[in-house]
């Protein structure tokens, strides 16, 4: 049988860490050959941290070769991103070569690991979480295995201009074709877009594809700051427009709009989000403010989905991002695409059913 994509859903208190830790330990236990891993966030506890070191410390003892970038040196909190806490202790008890990427002034922001790249049994995993106890407990995340030779080299090459200069700029620069993948019993197709190189790029094939929607649209993003994404939502709310549900996290879509009004440049941002959010049926997840110390329970998955196209990586649809190291895939499937639909439409129900505290 050829592999298919498995989906991981995460929601917030529906899944013990020791459960996500046992997957991405299973995932790391089955690799022969090469793990290449691209985390912006590494700072597990207890017994998922256990679990993860325990399954790399096997995997390089059986000759696996393993690489670990990680994002460092951003010490400013923002809204989104939150920063990253990379344990850097842990991350040296791993016993395996590691490479920091100074998130100065952009971020290395990708989940990713590449597995066994250049065999017939490559696999990508990729989305929107990051190996920290709350993202597996707290926040809404998303997990995506590809089982694809042809994926795997492209996120292999992405993953190898950053092991090699260290930096996030000038990463991505290039243009990909799409690849034939399996979902079940299906063929699917799967195109990555990278940035920086192609960050740009990725705001408008998103914007494009809500543009020219022809029966339904979800929109899952902590938040949503690209101007030609939130250009077309506001188009959308002057015609009849598709079946639609939207999410994103209140908390920090509210510290964005404290920005913007400070922010000539983007003025026209906020009347533009509070004129498309009220418009638009959309829900919002009421998170806890960012402090080093706090619950980390942001509405983190990065998920769109356009008729039966489903966007997915690590890409916010933000301005910002276009400039971070991020990942975006498109993958092409009805029935995939239901599933993506089936679990936005679980997290707007459980948020619109949410009291939403009045403004201050």
């Given at each position: ?22 997957e991405l330990a299973d995932f790391v ?118 089982p694809s030779t042809a994926l795997a ?208």
């Amino acid at each position: 049988m050829t592999p298919s994509v498995e989906v991981t859903f995460l929601q917030d208190g529906a899944q013990p860490a020791e459960r996500v830790a046992g997957e991405l330990a299973d995932f790391v236990g089955a690799a022969q050959r090469s793990l290449d891993i691209a985390i912006y966030d590494l700072n597990l506890k207890d017994g998922p941290a256990d679990q993860l070191r325990a399954a790399i410390r096997a995997a390089a003892a059986r000759g696996v070769a393993i690489r670990l970038l990680y994002n460092v040196d951003f010490p400013n909190p923002i809204p989104v991103p939150p920063p990253s806490q990379a344990d850097t202790a842990f991350i040296a008890s791993l016993g395996v070569s590691t490479k920091p990427v100074s998130g100065v002034p952009d971020l290395m922001h990708h989940k990713y690991i590449v597995r066994d790249a250049a065999t017939d049994a490559a696999t990508v995993w990729t989305g929107s979480t990051n190996w920290t106890n709350d993202s597996w407990t707290r926040e809404e995340n998303v997990i995506i295995k590809v089982p694809s030779t042809a994926l795997a080299a492209e996120y292999a090459k992405n993953f190898g201009e950053l092991w090699e200069s260290g930096r996030v700029e000038g990463s991505g620069k290039y243009d990909l074709a799409g690849v034939p993948i399996a979902y079940q019993d299906s063929t699917a197709k799967a195109h990555v877009v990278f940035a920086p190189g192609r960050g740009r790029q990725m705001a408008h094939m998103i914007a494009d594809r809500i543009g020219h929607a022809r029966r339904r649209i979800r929109v899952c993003s902590p938040v949503i700051t690209a101007g030609v994404v939130l250009g077309t939502l506001g188009d959308l709310t002057h015609t009849t427009y598709p079946d639609f549900k939207g999410v994103y996290d209140r908390t920090q879509m509210a510290e964005v709009l404290g920005q913007w009004r400070v922010d000539p440049h983007a003025g026209w941002k906020g009347p533009a989000f509070q004129a498309v959010s009220a418009a638009l049926p959309f829900a919002s997840k009421v998170t806890t403010p960012y402090t080093p110390t706090s619950v980390h329970d942001f509405m983190h998955a990065k998920v769109t989905v356009v008729d039966n196209t489903v966007f997915a990586g690590s890409y916010n649809l933000s301005h910002a991002g276009e400039d971070n190291a991020e990942n975006l895939l498109a993958l092409d499937s009805a029935p995939l695409a239901d599933r993506f639909v089936a679990y936005i439409d679980a997290v707007f129900a459980r948020y619109a059913a949410s009291p939403v505290p009045a403004p201050k």
